[in-house]
Each structure stands twice: as structure tokens, then as C-alpha cells.
């Protein structure tokens, strides 16, 4: 099979944690990493996000710099990438500002035994995937290839990055470490407790490490299985 590259971003605290437990959002990056994530928005095709992070913070998902967004449209991309959702069994909000900013195309994979759910609570707002139940995620990635996705950007949340690492489907993972701690033990982390393949015996490789302001940014790339064909890196 032939799918998109995945690149995977997270923003976390020195303990771990990928937000706090407050119903507002945590910022995490600093504006200039933030500017730094709009620039890898832009170099890809689709950005996924889980029905957990719409509902925690209600993002928009686009291309944010005026430039960037001409560039692509210069290169006869549309201004920002696809924006798709896993979803589960409870609906998503028609009205959640990822369905009514921007032009760009959305797209939802629903993991339920019952795709009508979604469907009926998304109407127009986006177009519903069935995408198994339990969620195959090979679905997920052989629908968007389908949709010209060369590059996908997984930005979370937690249950998201567990399940795209856990099958070894990363190809790229940034890591963001904010310079304070969370420890608040009904806060979100990185990553829920799995078996992942990128384990003590199979260490990922170290791309790059850069000082981002008072952040740090990690670029890590997991040893993966060879025979997996995947569109473009970076
Ligand atoms: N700092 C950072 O870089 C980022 C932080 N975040 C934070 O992450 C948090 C959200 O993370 P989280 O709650 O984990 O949600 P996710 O965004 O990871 O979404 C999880 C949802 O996926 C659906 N789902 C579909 N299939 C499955 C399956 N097999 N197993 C589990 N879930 C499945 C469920 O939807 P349903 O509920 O419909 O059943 C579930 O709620 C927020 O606090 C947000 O602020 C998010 C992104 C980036
Ligand atoms: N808090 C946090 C991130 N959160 C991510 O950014 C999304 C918000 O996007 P938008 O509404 O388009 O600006 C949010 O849903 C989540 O995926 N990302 C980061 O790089 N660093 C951070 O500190």
C-alpha cells in the first residue's frame, strides 16, 4: 500500500503533559515555535486531529501566514491543507469552528458501529468516512492517499498519537518541550499507556535538536519496519 508520509507534533511539558485540566486551552509553544508549526502546516496536504482535541479546544486548523497561504496557492495547492477528524461514537458539533472557518475541504473518519451517528449530527458540514470499528487506521490513510494526501500532519491529542504510533505508522515525530511542569494527574499526556514499537530496544533516531526561543524542539525519526511504501518526506 502507498500511503502519505506522517509527520506527528506534539507540544508538551517537562512532565509529559499535552495540556492541563482546565476547560481552557494550554499554550505550550512559544509564538515563534507556533509560527514554526504554521510553517510545517504548510508543507503538507492534510492535517488530522481526533474528536477529543475539537471538542478540548475547538481549533481551526489553517495556514495562519498570509504568505504561506499565497505560496501554496501559487503552486496550485489550496491555501491550507485538508483538515480530517477521527471521531468515535459521540457526534461531532457542526457549529465546531474547524467546520465553518476556512475554505478548505474537511473530511471525518468515524469509528462506530453506527456511521449514521455522525453523519446525521455532520449533515453538510463534512463529508463521513465509515472507518471500522474498532478504527483501522489503514482506512484512514488509504482514504486520504485517495484524496491526493502525499503528507499528513498528526497533531494529536493523546489518543490520536497512541494510536498512529502504536501501529508504527509515524514516519516523523516533533516533540516540543515547554520549559515548565504540569503535574496535575487528570491532565492529558503525550501519549496514553501502549505497546509501541519505538520501545528501549528499537530507539528512534535523533533528527535534529533546535532551541526555539524557551522551548525545545526534537525531530526524531522512528526505525521502522522496511516494506512500507510511503509518499514524500521532507
Ligand atoms: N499540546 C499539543 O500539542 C496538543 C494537545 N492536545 C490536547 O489533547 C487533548 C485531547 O486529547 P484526547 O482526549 O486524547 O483526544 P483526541 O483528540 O486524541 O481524540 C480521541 C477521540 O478519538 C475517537 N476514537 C476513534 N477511534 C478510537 C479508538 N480506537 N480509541 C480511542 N478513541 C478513538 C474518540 O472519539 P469519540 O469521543 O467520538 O468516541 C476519542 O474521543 C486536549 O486536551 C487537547 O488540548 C491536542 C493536540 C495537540
Ligand atoms: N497547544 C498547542 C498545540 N495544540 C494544537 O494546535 C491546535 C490549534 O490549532 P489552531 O486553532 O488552528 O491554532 C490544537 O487543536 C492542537 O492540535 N500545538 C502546538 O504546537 N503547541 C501548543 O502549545
Known sequence: MTRPFVLASVAMSLDGYIDDATPERLLLSNDEDFDRVDAVRATCDAILVGAGTVRADDPRLLVRADRRRAARVA?????????????????LDPAARLFTTGETAKVVY????????????????APVVDAGDPLDLDIVLADLAERGVERLMVEGGGTVHTLFLAADLVDELHVVIAPFLVGDPA????????????????????????????????????????????????
Open 75 to 91: 503552486e496550485g495547492r489550496p491555501e491550507s491543507p485538508l483538515r480530517a477528524v477521527i471521531a468515535g461514537r459521540r457526534p
Open 187 to 234: 491532565a492529558p499526556r503525550f501519549v496514553n499507556p501502549s505497546h509501541f514499537p519505538q520501545n528501549a530496544r528499537n530507539r528512534m533516531r535523533l533528527l535534529e535538536v533546535r532551541p526555539i526561543g524557551d522551548v525545545i524542539l526534537a525531530r526524531y525519526q522512528p526505525v521502522r519496519t522496511p516494506g512500507i511504501e510511503t509518499g514524500t518526506g521532507i
Open 110 to 125: 468515524a469509528a462506530t458501529p453506527d456511521v449514521s451517528v455522525q453523519r446525521d449530527a455532520l449533515a453538510e458540514a
